[in-house]
Protein backbone atom coordinates (compact mmCIF):
# COMPACT_ATOMS: atom_id res chain seq x y z
CA UNK A 1 0.00 0.00 0.00
CA UNK A 2 0.56 3.71 0.05
CA UNK A 3 3.90 4.35 1.93
CA UNK A 4 2.75 7.83 3.18
CA UNK A 5 4.98 8.21 6.59
CA UNK A 6 8.19 8.66 6.74
CA UNK A 7 9.71 6.35 3.62
CA UNK A 8 10.09 8.70 0.77
CA UNK A 9 10.66 6.22 -1.62
CA UNK A 10 8.63 4.64 -3.94
CA UNK A 11 7.82 1.08 -3.48
CA UNK A 12 10.36 -1.08 -5.66
CA UNK A 13 8.77 -0.87 -9.49
CA UNK A 14 6.75 2.59 -8.76
CA UNK A 15 8.81 4.35 -11.25
CA UNK A 16 8.63 1.25 -14.36
CA UNK A 17 5.25 1.64 -13.27
CA UNK A 18 4.74 5.10 -13.78
CA UNK A 19 5.99 4.97 -17.19
CA UNK A 20 4.12 2.36 -18.24
CA UNK A 21 0.75 4.17 -17.24
CA UNK A 22 1.70 7.75 -18.53
CA UNK A 23 2.51 5.62 -22.11
CA UNK A 24 -1.28 4.57 -21.92
CA UNK A 25 -2.26 7.68 -21.39
CA UNK A 26 -0.18 9.32 -23.73
CA UNK A 27 -2.39 7.02 -26.30
CA UNK A 28 -5.75 7.84 -24.31
CA UNK A 29 -5.05 11.21 -25.48
CA UNK A 30 -4.24 10.30 -28.62
CA UNK A 31 -7.10 8.75 -28.93
CA UNK A 32 -9.04 11.34 -27.28
CA UNK A 33 -7.78 14.35 -28.87
CA UNK A 34 -7.95 13.26 -32.41
CA UNK A 35 -11.69 14.64 -33.60
CA UNK A 36 -10.46 17.75 -32.77
CA UNK A 37 -6.76 17.63 -34.24
CA UNK A 38 -8.27 16.41 -37.32
CA UNK A 39 -11.22 19.22 -37.50
CA UNK A 40 -10.12 20.80 -40.48
CA UNK A 41 -10.56 17.44 -42.09
CA UNK A 42 -13.45 16.06 -40.68
CA UNK A 43 -16.45 19.14 -40.03
CA UNK A 44 -16.26 19.49 -44.39
CA UNK A 45 -15.43 16.18 -45.08
CA UNK A 46 -18.85 15.13 -43.10
CA UNK A 47 -20.45 18.59 -42.98
CA UNK A 48 -20.90 19.28 -39.29
CA UNK A 49 -22.10 22.39 -37.87
CA UNK A 50 -19.94 24.20 -35.14
CA UNK A 51 -22.64 22.80 -32.67
CA UNK A 52 -22.38 19.07 -34.15
CA UNK A 53 -18.77 18.97 -33.61
CA UNK A 54 -18.96 20.20 -30.27
CA UNK A 55 -21.39 17.64 -29.07
CA UNK A 56 -19.00 15.11 -30.68
CA UNK A 57 -16.23 16.67 -28.59
CA UNK A 58 -18.09 17.40 -25.59
CA UNK A 59 -21.32 15.73 -24.22
CA UNK A 60 -21.50 13.24 -26.71
CA UNK A 61 -18.67 11.63 -25.19
CA UNK A 62 -17.93 13.46 -21.91
CA UNK A 63 -21.51 12.48 -20.05
CA UNK A 64 -20.67 8.50 -20.67
CA UNK A 65 -17.10 8.82 -20.01
CA UNK A 66 -17.61 10.41 -16.52
CA UNK A 67 -20.45 8.71 -15.50
CA UNK A 68 -19.07 5.26 -16.76
CA UNK A 69 -15.75 6.47 -14.29
CA UNK A 70 -17.48 6.60 -11.18
CA UNK A 71 -18.27 3.17 -11.62
CA UNK A 72 -15.02 2.42 -13.32
CA UNK A 73 -13.17 4.34 -9.57
CA UNK A 74 -15.37 1.82 -7.89
CA UNK A 75 -14.56 -1.19 -9.78
CA UNK A 76 -11.09 -0.39 -9.36
CA UNK A 77 -11.06 -0.16 -5.57
CA UNK A 78 -12.61 -4.11 -5.49
CA UNK A 79 -11.00 -5.79 -8.52
CA UNK A 80 -7.64 -6.54 -10.01
CA UNK A 81 -6.89 -3.08 -11.50
CA UNK A 82 -4.32 -3.81 -14.54
CA UNK A 83 -6.54 -6.52 -15.86
CA UNK A 84 -9.29 -3.64 -16.08
CA UNK A 85 -7.37 -0.82 -17.66
CA UNK A 86 -6.10 -3.90 -20.21
CA UNK A 87 -9.72 -4.90 -21.15
CA UNK A 88 -10.78 -1.27 -20.75
CA UNK A 89 -7.74 -0.06 -23.91
CA UNK A 90 -8.41 -3.09 -25.99
CA UNK A 91 -12.36 -1.73 -26.20
CA UNK A 92 -11.99 1.80 -26.91
CA UNK A 93 -8.68 0.70 -29.31
CA UNK A 94 -10.90 -0.72 -30.96
CA UNK A 95 -13.98 1.54 -31.59
CA UNK A 96 -11.37 4.15 -31.87
CA UNK A 97 -10.65 1.77 -35.30
CA UNK A 98 -14.42 1.91 -35.86
CA UNK A 99 -14.58 5.68 -35.84
CA UNK A 100 -13.21 5.83 -38.94
CA UNK A 101 -15.78 4.14 -41.10
CA UNK A 102 -18.64 7.46 -39.96
CA UNK A 103 -20.42 8.72 -42.80
CA UNK A 104 -22.20 11.42 -40.73
CA UNK A 105 -22.58 12.72 -37.56
CA UNK A 106 -24.87 9.84 -35.74
CA UNK A 107 -22.14 7.23 -37.41
CA UNK A 108 -19.69 9.28 -34.93
CA UNK A 109 -21.61 10.08 -32.08
CA UNK A 110 -22.21 6.12 -31.71
CA UNK A 111 -18.59 5.25 -31.30
CA UNK A 112 -17.61 8.10 -29.17
CA UNK A 113 -19.97 6.97 -26.45
CA UNK A 114 -18.75 3.96 -26.11
CA UNK A 115 -14.77 5.48 -26.47
CA UNK A 116 -16.11 7.45 -23.64
CA UNK A 117 -16.75 4.52 -21.12
CA UNK A 118 -13.83 2.63 -21.89
CA UNK A 119 -11.26 5.88 -21.74
CA UNK A 120 -13.21 6.20 -18.36
CA UNK A 121 -11.54 3.22 -16.63
CA UNK A 122 -7.47 4.26 -17.04
CA UNK A 123 -6.96 7.72 -14.84
CA UNK A 124 -9.21 6.26 -11.91
CA UNK A 125 -7.23 3.39 -11.63
CA UNK A 126 -3.62 4.35 -12.47
CA UNK A 127 -4.30 6.86 -10.14
CA UNK A 128 -4.82 4.64 -7.31
CA UNK A 129 -1.67 2.54 -8.44
CA UNK A 130 0.21 5.24 -8.66
CA UNK A 131 -0.75 6.40 -4.96
CA UNK A 132 0.37 2.60 -3.76
CA UNK A 133 3.40 2.97 -5.19
CA UNK A 134 4.22 6.85 -4.28
CA UNK A 135 5.28 8.31 -0.69
CA UNK A 136 2.67 11.59 -0.19
CA UNK A 137 5.85 13.43 -0.48
CA UNK A 138 5.95 12.41 -4.20
CA UNK A 139 2.38 12.63 -5.34
CA UNK A 140 2.83 15.63 -6.78
CA UNK A 141 5.81 14.63 -8.94
CA UNK A 142 4.16 11.30 -9.90
CA UNK A 143 0.78 12.91 -10.88
CA UNK A 144 2.58 15.38 -12.96
CA UNK A 145 4.85 12.68 -15.08
CA UNK A 146 1.30 10.69 -15.08
CA UNK A 147 -0.58 13.25 -16.55
CA UNK A 148 2.60 14.02 -19.34
CA UNK A 149 0.55 11.95 -20.93
CA UNK A 150 -2.16 14.98 -22.03
CA UNK A 151 0.17 17.31 -23.47
CA UNK A 152 1.69 14.46 -25.49
CA UNK A 153 -0.94 13.21 -26.79
CA UNK A 154 -2.42 16.46 -27.83
CA UNK A 155 0.54 16.87 -29.06
CA UNK A 156 0.96 13.21 -30.78
CA UNK A 157 -2.72 13.86 -32.30
CA UNK A 158 -1.81 16.86 -34.15
CA UNK A 159 1.04 15.98 -35.50
CA UNK A 160 -0.59 12.68 -36.89
CA UNK A 161 -3.00 14.98 -38.45
CA UNK A 162 -0.18 17.15 -40.11
CA UNK A 163 2.01 14.82 -41.32
CA UNK A 164 -0.12 11.70 -41.68
CA UNK A 165 -3.91 13.43 -42.18
CA UNK A 166 -3.17 14.68 -45.97
CA UNK A 167 -1.08 11.71 -47.04
CA UNK A 168 -3.31 8.81 -45.46
CA UNK A 169 -6.57 10.66 -44.92
CA UNK A 170 -8.42 10.88 -41.02
CA UNK A 171 -10.25 7.91 -41.90
CA UNK A 172 -6.92 5.59 -42.04
CA UNK A 173 -5.08 7.60 -39.46
CA UNK A 174 -8.35 6.57 -36.94
CA UNK A 175 -7.73 2.79 -38.04
CA UNK A 176 -4.05 3.00 -37.56
CA UNK A 177 -4.25 4.19 -34.10
CA UNK A 178 -7.08 1.86 -33.11
CA UNK A 179 -4.96 -1.37 -33.89
CA UNK A 180 -1.78 0.21 -32.00
CA UNK A 181 -3.65 0.68 -29.07
CA UNK A 182 -5.46 -2.52 -29.14
CA UNK A 183 -2.02 -4.44 -29.62
CA UNK A 184 -0.38 -2.35 -26.43
CA UNK A 185 -3.15 -3.11 -24.16
CA UNK A 186 -1.84 -6.21 -23.59
CA UNK A 187 0.94 -4.95 -22.21
CA UNK A 188 -0.44 -4.14 -19.10
CA UNK A 189 -1.44 -7.86 -18.64
CA UNK A 190 2.17 -8.60 -17.52
CA UNK A 191 1.68 -6.27 -14.25
CA UNK A 192 0.99 -7.60 -10.96
CA UNK A 193 -1.08 -5.19 -9.08
CA UNK A 194 0.66 -3.94 -5.55
CA UNK A 195 -2.60 -4.32 -3.45
CA UNK A 196 -2.57 -6.97 -0.64
CA UNK A 197 -4.08 -10.39 -1.49
CA UNK A 198 -7.19 -10.59 0.79
CA UNK A 199 -6.86 -13.52 2.70
CA UNK A 200 -9.96 -16.40 1.78
CA UNK A 201 -11.64 -15.34 5.01
CA UNK A 202 -11.83 -11.31 4.09
CA UNK A 203 -14.41 -10.20 1.81
CA UNK A 204 -13.55 -7.79 -0.75
CA UNK A 205 -15.66 -4.10 -0.09
CA UNK A 206 -19.04 -3.96 -0.92
CA UNK A 207 -20.25 -0.76 -3.74
CA UNK A 208 -22.40 0.03 -0.27
CA UNK A 209 -19.61 0.26 1.57
CA UNK A 210 -17.45 2.55 -0.83
CA UNK A 211 -20.17 4.60 -1.67
CA UNK A 212 -20.92 5.50 2.60
CA UNK A 213 -17.27 6.27 2.66
CA UNK A 214 -16.79 8.35 -0.47
CA UNK A 215 -20.35 10.64 0.28
CA UNK A 216 -18.47 11.18 4.27
CA UNK A 217 -15.32 11.65 2.80
CA UNK A 218 -16.92 14.10 -0.04
CA UNK A 219 -19.07 15.77 2.82
CA UNK A 220 -16.72 16.15 5.48
CA UNK A 221 -13.75 18.13 3.73
CA UNK A 222 -14.97 21.37 2.47
CA UNK A 223 -11.47 21.48 1.03
CA UNK A 224 -11.69 18.75 -1.28
CA UNK A 225 -15.38 20.01 -2.12
CA UNK A 226 -13.81 23.75 -3.52
CA UNK A 227 -10.55 21.86 -4.82
CA UNK A 228 -12.66 20.02 -7.17
CA UNK A 229 -14.97 23.19 -8.06
CA UNK A 230 -11.59 24.55 -8.56
CA UNK A 231 -10.42 22.20 -11.44
CA UNK A 232 -14.22 21.90 -12.95
CA UNK A 233 -13.77 26.08 -13.61
CA UNK A 234 -10.17 25.44 -15.23
CA UNK A 235 -11.78 23.12 -17.64
CA UNK A 236 -14.16 25.45 -19.10
CA UNK A 237 -11.54 27.03 -21.00
CA UNK A 238 -9.81 23.51 -21.84
CA UNK A 239 -13.18 22.33 -23.03
CA UNK A 240 -13.62 25.89 -25.70
CA UNK A 241 -10.12 24.48 -26.99
CA UNK A 242 -11.21 22.00 -28.62
CA UNK A 243 -11.99 24.76 -31.05
CA UNK A 244 -8.44 25.82 -31.46
CA UNK A 245 -7.38 24.19 -34.73
CA UNK A 246 -10.62 25.72 -36.49
CA UNK A 247 -9.75 29.38 -34.58
CA UNK A 248 -6.15 29.09 -35.91
CA UNK A 249 -6.89 28.38 -39.43
CA UNK A 250 -10.66 30.26 -40.13
CA UNK A 251 -9.58 33.39 -38.08
CA UNK A 252 -5.48 33.58 -37.81
CA UNK A 253 -5.04 32.47 -41.38
CA UNK A 254 -2.91 29.14 -41.11
CA UNK A 255 -2.64 26.28 -43.38
CA UNK A 256 -4.87 23.40 -41.40
CA UNK A 257 -1.33 20.79 -41.64
CA UNK A 258 1.01 23.14 -41.23
CA UNK A 259 -0.74 24.95 -37.66
CA UNK A 260 -1.11 21.21 -36.81
CA UNK A 261 2.08 20.26 -36.53
CA UNK A 262 3.23 23.46 -34.98
CA UNK A 263 0.75 23.13 -32.35
CA UNK A 264 1.61 19.61 -31.95
CA UNK A 265 5.48 20.35 -31.35
CA UNK A 266 4.58 23.20 -28.76
CA UNK A 267 1.78 20.98 -26.79
CA UNK A 268 4.66 18.27 -26.55
CA UNK A 269 7.51 20.47 -25.53
CA UNK A 270 5.57 23.48 -23.57
CA UNK A 271 3.35 20.48 -21.96
CA UNK A 272 5.67 18.20 -20.53
CA UNK A 273 7.42 20.84 -19.17
CA UNK A 274 4.34 22.37 -17.60
CA UNK A 275 3.65 19.11 -15.90
CA UNK A 276 7.23 18.44 -14.47
CA UNK A 277 6.89 22.12 -13.29
CA UNK A 278 3.44 21.36 -11.84
CA UNK A 279 3.86 18.20 -10.02
CA UNK A 280 7.73 18.68 -8.80
CA UNK A 281 6.81 22.48 -7.95
CA UNK A 282 4.01 21.72 -5.60
CA UNK A 283 5.84 19.17 -3.81
CA UNK A 284 8.42 21.99 -3.18
CA UNK A 285 5.93 24.54 -2.42
CA UNK A 286 4.23 22.31 0.77
CA UNK A 287 7.80 21.43 2.21
CA UNK A 288 9.17 24.84 2.17
CA UNK A 289 5.80 26.90 3.14
CA UNK A 290 3.51 24.48 4.75
CA UNK A 291 0.43 25.82 2.80
CA UNK A 292 -1.44 23.22 0.33
CA UNK A 293 -1.14 22.89 -3.54
CA UNK A 294 -4.70 24.53 -4.13
CA UNK A 295 -2.69 27.72 -2.90
CA UNK A 296 0.24 26.93 -5.33
CA UNK A 297 -2.67 26.87 -8.02
CA UNK A 298 -3.77 30.25 -7.04
CA UNK A 299 -0.28 32.05 -7.41
CA UNK A 300 0.11 30.01 -10.60
CA UNK A 301 -3.26 31.09 -12.42
CA UNK A 302 -3.08 34.68 -11.19
CA UNK A 303 0.31 34.75 -12.97
CA UNK A 304 -1.10 33.30 -16.38
CA UNK A 305 -4.44 34.59 -16.65
CA UNK A 306 -3.27 37.77 -18.16
CA UNK A 307 -1.10 36.15 -20.76
CA UNK A 308 -3.98 33.37 -22.25
CA UNK A 309 -6.46 36.36 -22.37
CA UNK A 310 -3.90 38.56 -24.67
CA UNK A 311 -2.90 35.99 -27.11
CA UNK A 312 -6.96 35.62 -27.92
CA UNK A 313 -6.77 39.08 -29.76
CA UNK A 314 -3.43 39.84 -30.52
CA UNK A 315 -1.81 39.50 -34.16
CA UNK A 316 -0.58 35.91 -34.96
CA UNK A 317 2.41 37.46 -36.87
CA UNK A 318 4.18 39.05 -33.92
CA UNK A 319 6.69 37.10 -31.33
CA UNK A 320 4.32 37.85 -28.23
CA UNK A 321 1.45 35.61 -29.64
CA UNK A 322 3.94 32.72 -30.41
CA UNK A 323 5.38 33.21 -26.52
CA UNK A 324 1.29 33.22 -25.50
CA UNK A 325 0.48 30.39 -27.09
CA UNK A 326 3.99 28.56 -25.56
CA UNK A 327 2.29 29.58 -22.20
CA UNK A 328 -0.75 28.65 -22.91
CA UNK A 329 0.49 25.06 -23.68
CA UNK A 330 2.48 25.17 -20.48
CA UNK A 331 -0.47 26.16 -17.95
CA UNK A 332 -1.82 22.98 -19.46
CA UNK A 333 0.39 20.90 -17.92
CA UNK A 334 0.75 22.69 -14.36
CA UNK A 335 -2.92 21.55 -13.17
CA UNK A 336 -3.12 18.32 -12.70
CA UNK A 337 -0.62 17.16 -10.47
CA UNK A 338 -1.26 19.64 -7.91
CA UNK A 339 -4.97 19.02 -8.40
CA UNK A 340 -4.92 15.37 -8.32
CA UNK A 341 -2.42 15.12 -5.72
CA UNK A 342 -4.21 17.70 -3.63
CA UNK A 343 -7.60 15.47 -4.29
CA UNK A 344 -5.76 12.24 -3.12
CA UNK A 345 -4.69 13.61 -0.04
CA UNK A 346 -8.00 15.30 1.22
CA UNK A 347 -9.72 11.87 1.01
CA UNK A 348 -9.07 8.47 2.70
CA UNK A 349 -6.84 5.73 1.30
CA UNK A 350 -9.95 3.73 0.72
CA UNK A 351 -12.05 5.07 -1.94
CA UNK A 352 -9.06 7.37 -3.39
CA UNK A 353 -10.08 5.66 -6.87
CA UNK A 354 -13.78 6.60 -6.48
CA UNK A 355 -12.92 9.90 -5.50
CA UNK A 356 -10.85 10.39 -8.37
CA UNK A 357 -13.49 9.37 -10.69
CA UNK A 358 -16.11 11.41 -9.29
CA UNK A 359 -13.46 14.06 -9.35
CA UNK A 360 -12.75 13.45 -13.01
CA UNK A 361 -16.52 13.27 -13.71
CA UNK A 362 -17.39 16.36 -12.74
CA UNK A 363 -14.26 17.78 -14.99
CA UNK A 364 -15.70 16.92 -17.84
CA UNK A 365 -19.10 16.32 -17.21
CA UNK A 366 -19.59 20.30 -16.10
CA UNK A 367 -16.50 21.60 -16.68
CA UNK A 368 -15.59 20.19 -20.73
CA UNK A 369 -19.29 20.00 -21.01
CA UNK A 370 -19.49 23.57 -20.62
CA UNK A 371 -16.49 24.57 -22.27
CA UNK A 372 -16.73 22.61 -25.46
CA UNK A 373 -21.12 22.22 -25.86
CA UNK A 374 -21.20 26.28 -25.01
CA UNK A 375 -18.48 27.12 -27.06
CA UNK A 376 -20.16 25.67 -29.79
CA UNK A 377 -23.34 27.24 -29.36
CA UNK A 378 -21.86 30.44 -28.83
CA UNK A 379 -19.69 30.40 -31.86
CA UNK A 380 -23.03 29.31 -33.84
CA UNK A 381 -24.97 32.08 -32.18
CA UNK A 382 -22.06 34.48 -32.60
CA UNK A 383 -22.01 33.66 -36.49
CA UNK A 384 -25.82 34.15 -37.06
CA UNK A 385 -25.58 37.56 -35.47
CA UNK A 386 -22.66 38.79 -38.16
CA UNK A 387 -20.07 38.99 -35.55
CA UNK A 388 -16.46 39.29 -36.16
CA UNK A 389 -13.95 36.62 -35.20
CA UNK A 390 -16.64 34.98 -33.24
CA UNK A 391 -14.13 31.86 -32.46
CA UNK A 392 -11.72 34.85 -30.79
CA UNK A 393 -14.42 36.24 -28.83
CA UNK A 394 -15.75 32.82 -27.65
CA UNK A 395 -12.41 31.91 -26.97
CA UNK A 396 -11.95 34.94 -24.54
CA UNK A 397 -15.44 34.45 -23.36
CA UNK A 398 -14.75 31.23 -21.43
CA UNK A 399 -11.28 32.09 -20.56
CA UNK A 400 -12.69 34.85 -18.54
CA UNK A 401 -15.11 32.23 -16.88
CA UNK A 402 -12.20 29.86 -16.39
CA UNK A 403 -10.71 32.68 -13.58
CA UNK A 404 -13.47 31.52 -11.67
CA UNK A 405 -10.65 28.67 -10.51
CA UNK A 406 -8.89 31.36 -8.51
CA UNK A 407 -11.04 31.98 -5.55
CA UNK A 408 -12.27 28.38 -5.51
CA UNK A 409 -8.21 27.55 -5.13
CA UNK A 410 -8.15 30.49 -2.23
CA UNK A 411 -11.09 29.36 -0.14
CA UNK A 412 -9.84 25.46 -0.22
CA UNK A 413 -6.38 26.47 1.08
CA UNK A 414 -7.65 28.59 3.59
CA UNK A 415 -9.90 25.53 5.03
CA UNK A 416 -6.84 22.38 4.50
CA UNK A 417 -5.06 25.12 6.43
CA UNK A 418 -7.75 25.44 9.23
CA UNK A 419 -8.46 21.77 9.37
CA UNK A 420 -4.49 21.15 10.08
CA UNK A 421 -4.58 23.84 12.25
CA UNK A 422 -7.07 22.27 14.09
CA UNK A 423 -5.60 18.66 14.16
CA UNK A 424 -2.49 19.92 15.05
CA UNK A 425 -4.08 21.48 18.30
Known amino acids: MAQS ?23 NFVDRQLLSSFANFIVPDLNLTN ?14 YAVAGVFMGALADMIHRPRLIAGAMFAWSAL ?3 SGLARNFVGLAI ?21 DKFPAEKRGFASGFYYMGVPIGVGVSLLVAGFLGPALGWRNCFFLLGVIGALFSL ?15 VERPRIGQLVKV ?24 LGAAAFDQLWLVRERGFDKAEIAILSGLISCVAGVAGNLFGGAASDRWVAATGQSRPMFMVWALLALL ?14 VFWICLVVAYFQLGIFYGPTFSAVQEFCPPAVRATVVAFYIMSL ?45 YFAAARMSGRKAAQAAA
Not at 111 to 131: D, N, Q, Y
Not at 187 to 201: E, F, N, S
Not at 397 to 406: G, K, P, Q, R, V
Open 5 to 27: GGDADPVRGGYGLLVLLTLMNVL
Open 51 to 64: TEFGLLTGLVFIVF
Open 96 to 98: TAA
Open 111 to 131: PRVFIGIGESALTPTSMSLIA
Open 187 to 201: VILTVKDPRPVRAAH
Open 214 to 237: FLGALKGSPALQLTILGGVCVHFV
Open 306 to 319: PVNLTYRLIDPDTP
Open 364 to 408: NVVGLGIGITGSGVMVDALIARGVDQPYSWTLFAFTCLSALAIPC
